[in-house]
C-alpha cells in the first residue's frame, strides 16, 4: 500500500477579502482531496508574520479599494519566491488576480504595481455581470464549468501566457480569444466565483495535480448531484444565450464600443 500524500492548503488574508464565496475553495479542495487518497490540511494566514509554508495558497478577491492592502500584505510575505519556484501553486480570484498581476486600475483611474506573478495587465471597461460557462479543455482535462463574473475590468496576456479557460458564454478576459483568467507556470489566475471550486472539482483535481507533481489524470470520481446541478445550469445559459450572447460573440474591440 502507497503511502498517503498530505497536502497543506493556506488561504491568504481572508479580513481583507469580500464575501463571495471564495473561502468555501479550501473546504472544496480539503474533501476533493480526500476523495481522492489525500491528507489534506487547511490553514488560514491573517497576517503577514503568520505565513507558512504550504503546497496551495489561495488568494481571494476584494473590493478594488482593498487590492493595495492585499499586495503589500502578500508583498510581506514568501509567497513570491515559493510560486517563482514552482515549490507552490497559486490560485488568484478576482481582486486576487489583480493584486499578482503585472498592474491593475485602481477605483480613481490611476495605475499601480501588481506583485507580477501572473503575465498580465489589467484595464478598466464596461460592468459585466453574469453566469459563465468554459469549453472543456482536454490538455488540462476539464470538462465544462461554471463560475460567476461580476466587474468592469479587461484582462490582458502577455509573454504567450495562456488563458486559464476558453469561454463558451461570458466576459472573460475580454478578448478576442474568448479566454479567461491567465495559467502561467505555478499560477492560476481567475475572475470566476461561485464558489468555483466547489462547483467545478476537476478544477480542484488540477490544482491538486499541479500540487503533487502528478501528470497523469486522476481517475474519474463521478459527484452526481453537483454534475445534475452544474448541467442544469449550463443548459439554463444555452437557452438565454441565442437572445442575449450576441455580445459575447463580437469581438472585444468592438464590443467595449458598445452602451451597457
Known amino acids: 500500500m502507497s503511502p498517503t500524500r498530505s497536502v497543506t492548503v493556506a ?38 508574520e503568520a505565513f507558512v509554508d504550504a503546497d496551495i495558497y489561495l488568494l481571494g478577491g476584494t473590493g478594488r479599494g482593498g487590492v493595495r492592502a492585499l499586495v503589500d500584505a502578500v508583498a510581506d510575505t514568501d509567497l513570491a519566491v515559493r510560486v517563482r519556484d514552482g515549490r507552490s501553486v497559486l490560485l488568484a480570484v478576482d481582486a486576487g488576480l489583480d493584486a499578482v498581476s503585472r498592474s491593475w486600475v485602481d477605483a480613481s483611474g490611476t495605475r499601480q504595481d501588481g506583485l507580477g506573478l501572473a503575465p498580465v495587465t489589467v484595464h478598466p471597461d464596461h460592468e459585466a455581470t453574469g453566469t459563465v460557462v468554459t469549453r472543456p479543455d482536454a490538455d488540462l482535462h476539464l470538462p465544462a464549468l461554471v463560475g460567476w463574473e461580476a466587474g468592469d475590468l479587461r484582462t490582458e496576456r502577455h509573454d504567450g501566457a495562456r488563458a486559464l479557460f476558453t469561454l463558451e458564454a461570458g466576459r472573460g478576459n475580454r478578448d478576442d480569444e474568448r479566454g479567461e483568467g491567465v495559467l502561467a507556470g505555478s499560477v492560476f489566475g481567475t475572475r470566476l466565483h461561485g464558489p468555483l471550486l466547489a462547483l467545478n472539482p476537476e478544477l480542484a483535481d488540477l490544482l491538486l495535480a499541479r500540487a503533487l507533481g502528478r501528470e497523469e ?12 446541478a452544474r448541467s442544469e445550469r449550463i443548459a439554463e445559459v444555452r437557452r438565454e444565450t441565442p437572445a442575449a450572447g450576441w455580445r459575447d460573440r463580437l469581438p472585444s474591440r468592438v464590443a467595449r464600443l458598445l452602451p451597457g
Open 11 to 48: 488561504t491568504l488574508f481572508p479580513l481583507a477579502t469580500v464575501a463571495a464565496a471564495d473561502e468555501a475553495n479550501a473546504g472544496a479542495l480539503a474533501r476533493r482531496g480526500a476523495a481522492r487518497g489525500l491528507t489534506v490540511e487547511t490553514v488560514t494566514v491573517d497576517r503577514p
Open 217 to 228: 489524470p486522476w481517475p474519474v470520481l463521478a459527484s452526481p448531484a453537483l454534475e445534475r
